[in-house]
Every structure is written in structure tokens, then in C-alpha cells.
């Protein structure tokens, strides 16, 4: 009781934010690994929640979360991508929970993730920009947002969109990291008035200044723990990932090895997913980079251990 008063004052004491506060819940829809990595990023930054849904109906689990959350007093929920996303329907649902919604949405992924950006990375110095066409490295993106505060924005694979200009300029970015993989030298040039900072093999965390935690940031923290530990005694909820981010042979390879508890020798995999031992090794490298599975040698082989656990929609 008395932590939870202490938060409530923490709440009415901070006026102030680094990050905007408008938000409660943020809605995403679960087969969009972009827009998901965006949500996810800020979510590890404030502890705002994130619930994932279907494009057309609200799914029965994303509906015992909104009901959870609004048990406990949250009301504004933001839903990012268009009606297409998540159509109306699924809107006017969530509005009859006693939500108030509203829509961070652009005409593709790149103006969705700038306008987002804009919006709620009021402080942001750095933004980390990857190719929007790939979810080769949103995993490697997430954590590094969550490391340095910096917004995930997308580009294309020859030039920077005129929507991503317009945040880092909004934003007053002065660093940039940015994954190279799948992009043309000209992204880079167009990029020359920052200080760009390649994420590749050997890329070290760029030393952050040390500031003190906002109190809203500290009280909305807090505030989103609290709220997990009381859903998780109704009901029993892990942080999982959908298997959306993962394409269709990546998935085939997960599912081969959570089939025998989530370990398995590489050597065992041809034979379980029909795949040549080639292709198998560039999978395998991939996933491990994105840090979904680990990696151990034995004898002549290797034994592979998923990380992550998934689910879908």
C-alpha cells in the first residue's frame, strides 16, 4: 500500500517529461515487425505498455489486456498505423472499454516511425536508422534504443525519406547509428551533416552523458511495473514476441527446436526442417546476430538454445 502511494504522488509531483506522456497503452498490429520494434523500443524507454492485435477484431488476449489496463486507471491509448493496420472496427472496440484513441499514422512505415518519433523522443540527440524493407536488425535496434534513448527510424535502401529528414531535423539530432546492411553509399551522403556512426561487426556503444532521470520517467516506470506485477496475479503473462518478425524459414528453424524443448544440435535440423546444411548455417548465423537463439559448439556441431520466447496472433 505504501508503494503504491508513493507512486500515485510521484505521478502528481512530475510535470516535466524528457518523453511525451499522453499515452497509457500503445496498440500495434502483431504482423508488422517495423511498427512493432518502434512500439517495443519506446515501451523499454518509459514502461509503457504495448498490446498486439489482429488487423480486423481485437483478439481475446489483446482484450483481457486493455481491460486489465484500464482496471488500473489507464485511459489514453495511441494506435500506430493507419486503417488498414488496425481497422475502425477494432477502434470503436477499444473506445467502448473506456479508452481514449488516437492514431500516429502516415502514408508508409517511414512517415509513421518519423511522426512518432517527433512526437514522443522530444530529447532524442541520436536516432538509430536501419533499412525499412528488412527486419534483419530490428532486434539489435531495440536493444540499442533502449541503451541510448535514440528513436528508431527507417529508410529506404538508396536515399533517406523527406519525412526522416524532417525528425532528425525537428528532433535537433546530431548522431546518427546507422545499419548499413541492404543500404547504397548515397544514404550515408545524405546523411553527411551528422555524425554517423556505422553498426557493424566490433560497434561499440557511443559514451552517453550521465543527466538525471526525469520524475515522470521515474513514476511512469514505476507505475508500469506495478501494473505487470497486478495482471500478472490475475493471470500469468510473459514478454513474448509474435512470430511475425520472423520470416517463414526463420520460423520453420524456431519451431524445429522449441519441438524438442527449445535445444537442438545444428547438425539435427536438416532432417527436421528439409533444409540444406548451407542454408541452415546462413539461418542460424542470422538468428544468432538478432541475439533469438544462442549458439554453443559441441564435437562437430553446435547446440542451438532459443532465447526469445513467440506466440501468434
Given at each position: 500500500?505504501?508503494?503504491?502511494?508513493?507512486?500515485?504522488?510521484?505521478?502528481?509531483?512530475?510535470?516535466?517529461?524528457?518523453?511525451?506522456?499522453?499515452?497509457?497503452?500503445?496498440?500495434?498490429?502483431?504482423?508488422?515487425?517495423?511498427?512493432?520494434?518502434?512500439?517495443?523500443a519506446?515501451?523499454?524507454?518509459?514502461?509503457v505498455?504495448?498490446v498486439?492485435?489482429?488487423?480486423?477484431?481485437?483478439?481475446?488476449?489483446?482484450?483481457?489486456?486493455?481491460?486489465?489496463?484500464?482496471?488500473?486507471?489507464?485511459?489514453n491509448?495511441?494506435?500506430?498505423?493507419?486503417?488498414?493496420?488496425v481497422?475502425?472496427?477494432?477502434?470503436?472496440?477499444?473506445?467502448?472499454?473506456?479508452?481514449?484513441?488516437?492514431?500516429?499514422?502516415?502514408?508508409?512505415?517511414?512517415?509513421?516511425?518519423?511522426?512518432?518519433a517527433?512526437?514522443?523522443?522530444s530529447?532524442?540527440?541520436g536516432?538509430?536508422?536501419?533499412?525499412?524493407?528488412?527486419?534483419?536488425?530490428?532486434?539489435?535496434?531495440?536493444?540499442?534504443s533502449?541503451?541510448?534513448?535514440?528513436?528508431?527510424?527507417?529508410?529506404?535502401?538508396?536515399?533517406?525519406?523527406?519525412a526522416?529528414?524532417?525528425?532528425?531535423?525537428?528532433?535537433?539530432?546530431?548522431?546518427?547509428?546507422?545499419?548499413p546492411?541492404?543500404?547504397?553509399?548515397?544514404?550515408?551522403?545524405?546523411?553527411?551533416?551528422?555524425?554517423?556512426?556505422?553498426?557493424?561487426?566490433g560497434?561499440?556503444?557511443?559514451?552517453?552523458?550521465?543527466?538525471?532521470?526525469?520524475?515522470?520517467?521515474?513514476?511512469?516506470?514505476?507505475?508500469?511495473?506495478?501494473?505487470?506485477?497486478v495482471?500478472?496475479?490475475?493471470r500469468k503473462?510473459?514478454?513474448?514476441?509474435?512470430?511475425?518478425?520472423?520470416?517463414?524459414?526463420?520460423e520453420?528453424?524456431?519451431?524445429?527446436?522449441?519441438?524438442?524443448?527449445?535445444?537442438?544440435?545444428?547438425?539435427?535440423?536438416?532432417?527436421?526442417?528439409?533444409?540444406?546444411?548451407?542454408?541452415?548455417?546462413?539461418?542460424v548465423?542470422?538468428?544468432?546476430?538478432?541475439?533469438i537463439?544462442?549458439?554453443?559448439?559441441?564435437?562437430?556441431?553446435?547446440?542451438?538454445?532459443?532465447?526469445?520466447?513467440?506466440?501468434?496472433?
Amino acid at each position: 500500500m505504501r508503494l503504491y502511494i508513493l507512486l500515485i504522488c510521484l505521478i502528481l509531483m512530475g510535470s516535466v517529461s524528457a518523453f511525451a506522456s499522453e499515452v497509457d497503452v500503445i496498440l500495434v498490429r502483431s504482423d508488422l515487425p517495423q511498427e512493432f520494434a518502434v512500439a517495443q523500443a519506446y515501451s523499454h524507454l518509459t514502461g509503457v505498455p504495448i498490446v498486439t492485435t489482429p488487423s480486423q477484431e481485437l483478439s481475446e488476449d489483446a482484450r483481457e489486456q486493455l481491460r486489465g489496463y484500464a482496471s488500473l486507471g489507464y485511459r489514453n491509448l495511441v494506435i500506430i498505423g493507419g486503417e488498414k493496420a488496425v481497422s475502425l472496427e477494432v477502434q470503436r472496440e477499444i473506445d467502448q472499454l473506456g479508452y481514449v484513441t488516437r492514431r500516429i499514422a502516415e502514408a508508409d512505415r517511414y512517415g509513421t516511425a518519423a511522426t512518432f518519433a517527433k512526437e514522443f523522443y522530444s530529447r532524442a540527440e541520436g536516432a538509430i536508422l536501419l533499412y525499412g524493407e528488412s527486419s534483419e536488425n530490428l532486434l539489435l535496434a531495440m536493444r540499442l534504443s533502449s541503451a541510448t534513448d535514440y528513436p528508431i527510424l527507417f529508410v529506404k535502401r538508396d536515399r533517406v525519406p523527406p519525412a526522416v529528414k524532417d525528425a532528425l531535423a525537428s528532433l535537433h539530432v546530431k548522431r546518427v547509428l546507422l545499419f548499413p546492411q541492404g543500404l547504397e553509399a548515397s544514404v550515408k551522403e545524405e546523411l553527411s551533416g551528422y555524425e554517423v556512426i556505422p553498426v557493424e561487426r566490433g560497434f561499440e556503444l557511443p559514451e552517453q552523458k550521465n543527466s538525471t532521470l526525469p520524475l515522470t520517467f521515474i513514476a511512469g516506470f514505476a507505475l508500469g511495473m506495478l501494473s505487470v506485477l497486478v495482471y500478472l496475479r490475475v493471470r500469468k503473462i510473459k514478454q513474448r514476441l509474435p512470430y511475425e518478425i520472423l520470416n517463414e524459414d526463420e520460423e520453420r528453424i524456431i519451431r524445429a527446436i522449441a519441438s524438442e524443448g527449445g535445444k537442438l544440435t545444428q547438425d539435427a535440423l536438416p532432417e527436421k526442417t528439409g533444409f540444406s546444411r548451407p542454408k541452415i548455417s546462413r539461418i542460424v548465423k542470422e538468428l544468432v546476430e538478432r541475439g533469438i537463439i544462442e549458439k554453443v559448439p559441441k564435437g562437430r556441431t553446435h547446440v542451438l538454445t532459443i532465447k526469445k520466447e513467440f506466440y501468434r496472433e
